[in-house]
């Protein structure tokens, strides 16, 4: 078992898994993307309330719980990162802030969009929302940092720090409809018992959320391709990589140290 | 080592007495920002009363967010951070001494001055000893949440920006919680529930950020990359 963990400490091995796997997950995406769409945009009944415009949820959800998932993941590689020092894990957390800060602001604007119909208002300051905006704050603090030093040694692990120590908010997120008395939707899914939402509309709503886990996972592979061609600029197979890339006549990548902007 | 964090305390009071810029800054801006609320909104004191709580909250964690740079950035200038890292003294309690130094200049006046500036927001009376309470459990989880910022912005140009971004998100619970202590309580009801919060986010920093700090100063001073 050791020896499969041992892989990802070699770059290299991670650089061609990624790239092989990458394709997979990006065809996977676009095949869920197309059906969770059909099923949710075309076949789905509308609602008895809200008519069509209940419609958004289908990239609304996915996309809050998206913002959730890959801050939860940027904390935990994090963690890995600073308790075993593996190299990977921080190029994986690098690379998924931006990823999980584009899903907030997703979700943040779907919402707004889905609330001026309903609500009434593009705009209310309850538990859930705040969160959601704070969770924003999060991860462009993140990325923020990581770009404030000029050792990329220290970005890395003062970034990783910020990571772990800002995990308290996602609890607060998931359990603040419950907290606090809002306009929101109390959860629907995460019950053990029946969901209170009809199959036919549920159906499409998981084919999105897998859809954008996968979407996630292959934005991943090819920006941690990228993030260890920039972490290991200097060393000897990103020289072979160049070389062969310019027919074997190139020169070596001169590794520019700049800290990794995500 | 028992000895270590009274001196500690001493050592940073005797420092930042001296420069009277270090604890008078954030009194001074605590009230201009309290007076210019009616100054921009208007002296009507039925508004003004209600907006008190927020007002008075919002100020002195604004004033204790432009403290925090200060936390280390004398030692850091001089050298003495990096010794203090290195030495045999355990890290979180010089950490814990340094905040407590820090929070008796920059966040017990806040505290003693808050119920002036509370008659003056036409807040009732039956709600001034929450809110020097709530103020301060509040300046104290402040002071610790702020330290760990610093820490992680420590010799960063320009840090003081990012350091807001950084703590913000951890001290929204806090002034949640506190305001609404200090508005329950001007409008007669108890505000027994958010205060004990509030002392219990104190115990979970007092608990967890020293240390926090420590390992964020190890990375961020001690430069072995």
Known sequence: MFRWFHRFGSAPFVYRAAGAVAPWLAGGCAIALLAGLWLGLVVAPADYEQGDSYRIIYVHVPAAWMSMFVYTVMALSSAVFLIWRLKLADVVASASAPIGAAFTFIALVTGSLWGKPTWGTWWVWDGRLTSELLLLFLYLGYMALRGAFEQPRTAEKAAAMLAVIGIVNIPVIHFSVEWWNTLHQPATITKIDKPSMHISMLRPLLLMVLAFQLLYFANLAVRVRSGLLRREARSSWVAELAAKASGGTGHAASGDTATDHG | ?225
């Open chain 2, 1 to 225: 080592m028992s000895g270590d964090f009274p001196r500690v305390v001493a050592r940073d009071l005797r420092v930042s007495v001296r420069s009277a810029g270090q604890w008078l800054n954030p009194l001074v801006f605590f009230v201009i920002v309290v007076t210019l609320f009616p100054l921009g909104i208007g002296p009507a004191p039925a508004m003004l009363a209600r907006i008190a709580p927020g007002v008075l909250w919002i100020s002195a964690l604004l004033a204790m967010l432009l403290s925090f740079e200060r936390l280390f950035a004398n030692d850091h200038r001089d050298g003495t951070l990096e010794q203090w890292v290195l030495a045999d003294a355990p890290l979180s309690l010089v950490v814990l001494g340094k905040v407590t130094a820090h929070w008796i200049l920059s966040g017990l006046p806040l505290v003693l001055l808050s119920p002036l500036l509370g008659v003056l927001l036409q807040l009732p009376f039956e709600a001034l000893p929450t809110l020097i309470v709530s103020l301060t459990l509040g300046t104290l989880t402040l002071a610790l949440i702020g330290a760990i910022g610093a820490a992680l912005t420590v010799g960063v140009n320009h840090g003081s920006v990012l350091l807001s971004l950084l703590v913000l998100p951890l001290t929204v619970p806090v002034l949640i919680f506190g305001s609404s202590a200090v508005t329950a309580a001007a409008e007669g009801f108890a505000a027994g529930a958010q205060l004990s919060l509030m002392a219990a986010m104190l115990a979970a920093a007092l608990a967890l950020a020293p240390w926090t700090t420590a390992a964020s100063l190890r990375v961020t001073v001690a430069s072995d990359g």
